[in-house]
């Protein structure tokens, strides 16, 4: 069965940090690209940032708000995705998704887990 | 910052065709995705490249473009259809490659 399932989520104060896990399973994780969607309570999907396969470079791309602050990594021998949030801020309260980045469907996110709830607050 | 906008929501009674729009002005170059996520549950892709259907996607789903909008069609609406629907597409406006996400669409089955 193809799954994602996302750990690590929790409560941090502002300024702190957390790191977000993604185990990956029932496909080829090496060869696929990655990346991470978050969902602000009530609000719209907002894209997090992305890493590549190590056979396309294994470089990450990140969305404005996060770029300086949050790590995507990955450790193929483990299938599992990573994010290292620092410097966190009250705004970066979310349900934070590891999804597959294009495959099948073109570069369309395809497999998404459930989903781990981050809560940045004093 | 490149935006997709969406209407904030879509009513429709069940049977009859709900549509819903996505407009950006990147949206001639690039394709548009369409995610459905019902509450408390994650996204799941509907359309992918404007308007081809994912396996095991019902084909009352279509999709659609013309210049800088694409539209999400639901042929023979159903009660089990009501949910928030997301585009998304590209960012190549930036010195980054990035991806947007429309606003997000409540579609309402009366």
């Known amino acids: 069965e193809v799954q994602l399932v996302e750990s690590g989520g929790g409560l941090v104060k502002p300024g702190g940090s957390l790191r977000l896990s993604c185990a990956a399973s029932g496909f080829t994780f090496s060869n696929a690209w990655m990346s991470w969607v978050r969902q602000a309570p009530g609000k719209g999907l907002e894209w997090v940032g992305r890493?590549?396969?190590?056979?396309?470079?294994?470089?990450?791309d990140y969305a404005a708000p996060v770029k300086g602050r949050f790590t995507i990594s990955r450790d193929d021998s483990k299938n599992t995705l990573y994010l290292q949030m620092n410097s966190l801020k009250t705004e970066d309260t979310a349900v934070y998704y590891c999804t597959t980045d294009g495959g099948r469907w073109g570069d369309a996110f395809d497999i998404w887990g459930q989903g781990t709830m981050v809560t940045v607050s004093s | 910052s490149y935006e997709l906008t969406q209407p904030p929501s879509v009513s429709v009674s069940p049977g009859q065709t709900a549509r819903i729009t996505c407009s950006g002005d990147a949206l001639p170059k690039q394709y548009a995705y369409w995610y459905q996520q019902k509450p408390g549950q994650a996204p799941v892709l509907v359309i992918y490249k404007d308007s081809e259907r994912p396996s095991g996607i019902p084909e009352r789903f279509s999709g659609s473009s013309s210049g800088t909008t694409v539209t999400l069609t639901i042929s023979g609406v159903q009660a089990e259809d009501e949910a928030d629907y997301y585009c998304q597409s590209a960012d190549s406006s930036g010195t980054y490659p990035s991806v947007v996400f429309g606003g997000g669409t409540k579609l309402t089955v009366l």
């Open positions: 890493i590549k396969s190590k056979t396309d470079g294994g470089t990450t």
